[in-house]
Nanobody
Framework: QVQLVESGGGLVQAGSSLRLSCEVSGRTVSFHAMGWFRQAPGKEREFVATIAWRGGFTYYADSVKGRFTISRDNTNNTVWLQMDSLRPEDTAVYYC??????????????????WGQGIQVTVSS
């Protein structure tokens, strides 16, 4: 079993920063990547960022490139999403996800087979 628990969300003003954390418990040997997605009210869940479990590969959605940074600690099975220069349009429930199967795009929802419960991020103007 694999469990993901997000933390670090909250209500902030535009221009502020937040750091989301996602702790993974359970089997980690076969992990390929971890990702962050978000879902705003009335919208579909969308890709935010991904990081390979081994190696330095990262990739970001255009909407967050240059403002968000994804990083990980394999020893502690944790992935972070540092969010700077937050905007009201970043308001959403943020989800972390794990790919333990491989073979699918890490920029899409089907690319992950384990998901956290989500955490709210609200950015006021």
């Amino acid at each position: 079993q694999v469990q993901l628990v997000e933390s670090g969300g909250g209500l902030v003003q535009a221009g502020s920063s937040l750091r989301l954390s996602c702790e993974v418990s359970g089997r980690t040997v076969s992990f390929h990547a971890m990702g962050w997605f978000r879902q705003a009210p009335g919208k579909e869940r969308e890709f935010v960022a991904t990081i390979a479990w081994r190696g330095g590969f990262t990739y970001y959605a255009d909407s967050v490139k240059g403002r968000f940074t994804i990083s990980r600690d394999n020893t502690n099975n944790t992935v972070w999403l540092q969010m700077d220069s937050l905007r009201p349009e970043d308001t959403a429930v943020y989800y972390c996800a794990v790919d333990s199967l491989g073979g699918r795009s890490w920029m899409t929802i089907p690319g992950y087979n384990y998901w956290g419960q989500g955490i709210q991020v609200t950015v006021s103007s």
